[in-house]
């Protein structure tokens, strides 16, 4: 049976109330929305048919509310999201308890990492709650927890372009293990073993990916990158190779790392091993970004050049390159000069392009209408 047309309004008006609420926006806004043809049809496919089951309303660059089917695209703005509890058409009488609604922010990655850091795992590692539950549940539950911070922890450092190496479960109690070791008093927990030394493993991943990064990679795939991309590769290298030198020198590595040399792990060699290699590649990193850093105006200058002046350019770049080659103890080997050469190739034969482009426009503009075919 069709619903009426009252019993549209009131599920709009419940989803109107709470989007105008949220977002403290005036009743005309809504009305614009549900007046676009497309919009009503989204909004109306959210009401009507059990296939669609979310719906996310927000503000574009213009100030138009604009409702969409999915989470995929991240909201400039404020946005809200509704889902429905189960497959199917909203009823009028029962929307309100068949919908999980709420505020979606601007940085959806930011909201969650709060909202587990300052609540869910709060909650759920509490040992008063776990009172009337059995040890295994309880571990398993402090397991997913340290899993599921881990993961949010590692993924909002490589939206910031950082690699972050998250602590072991339990790292408090590693101080203490460490010193009882030491003096040869007491048990060793091989719970804390196991912990610290999957965290090295998975240190050791992380760190592999970051140092195995090359920035050939951008030619070798095909691509045609410019020498700012070189140049903005090692900066971002110097720097997430900077911060994940000082992790691995803050007070609570240390510690794990006295705690493995104290039980004499398997992966205290490893351990060192990897903090050699990340000291070497920051060395390596800090060279090569001071010796590339004169490049930049350079390459600047002759990106903003008219094209016939460029030759006069060229000059100057070429020395500056010579110069690396002679003084740069990590830049100066055959692979990567060829590929700041290819790069700065690459940018002349942009700048080939940009005249070219501008010559048809002008011969296109100039001629004769009868003769521009």
């Known amino acids: 049976m069709e619903e009426s047309p009252a019993a549209e309004d009131k599920r709009l008006g419940f989803i109107a109330d ?6 403290k926006l005036k009743p005309d806004r809504w009305e614009r929305c549900v007046s676009d043809e497309e919009s009503s049809q989204v909004l109306q496919g959210f009401l009507d048919t059990a296939e669609q089951e979310a719906l996310v309303v927000s503000m574009s660059t ?25 497959k199917a058409a909203l009823s009028p009488r029962s929307i309100k308890e068949s919908l999980v609604y709420g505020d979606l922010s601007s940085a959806p990655l930011d909201q969650f990492s709060a909202l587990v850091g300052e609540v869910v795992a709060p909650l759920l590692s509490n040992t008063i709650n776990h009172i009337k ?14 899993s599921l911070t881990t993961s949010l922890l590692v993924v909002s450092g490589q939206v910031r372009g950082k690699t972050l190496l998250a602590l072991p479960a339990g790292v408090e109690k590693v101080e203490q293990s460490a010193l ?4 040869g008093r007491g048990t060793v927990d091989k719970g804390i ?26 030619v070798l795939g095909g691509k045609n990158p410019t020498p700012h991309a070189e140049l903005l590769f090692w900066k971002n290298r110097y720097a997430d190779l900077e911060c994940l030198h000082y992790q691995l020198n803050s007070c609570k ?21 990897m903090q050699r290699e990340v000291l070497a590649a920051l060395e390596e990193a800090k060279d090569v970004c001071v010796y590339l850093t004169p490049l930049q105006r350079l390459f600047e200058e002759l990106e903003n050049v008219e094209f016939p002046d460029v030759k006069g350019q060229i000059k100057a770049v070429m020395h500056t390159i ?37 010559i048809i426009f002008f011969l296109c503009e100039c001629l004769p209408q009868d003769l521009q075919g």
């Open 133 to 146: 539950w059995p040890q295994v549940v309880s571990q398993d539950i402090r397991q997913h927890i340290h």
């Open 62 to 86: 213009a100030g138009l509310l604009e409702p969409t089917t999915s989470f995929t695209a991240s909201p400039k703005s404020k946005a809200v999201y509704f889902m429905k509890r189960d």
């Open 253 to 273: 590595v240390k510690q794990i790392k006295a705690w493995l040399e104290a039980v004499e792990s398997s992966y205290y060699p490893a351990f060192m091993n």
């Open 193 to 218: 073993i196991h912990s610290l030394e999957s965290t090295v493993i998975e240190w050791s991943h992380q760190i592999h990916t970051v140092l195995k990064k090359d920035s050939s990679e951008a």
């Open 180 to 183: 009882e070791a030491d003096k």
């Open 322 to 358: 010579c110069l690396v080659w002679t003084n740069s103890k990590h830049y100066n080997t055959p692979g990567r000069l060829i590929v700041l050469l290819q790069e700065t190739c690459n940018l002349l034969v942009q700048q080939v392009n940009s005249v070219y482009l501008f």
């Open 18 to 23: 709470c989007v105008l609420r949220t977002l």
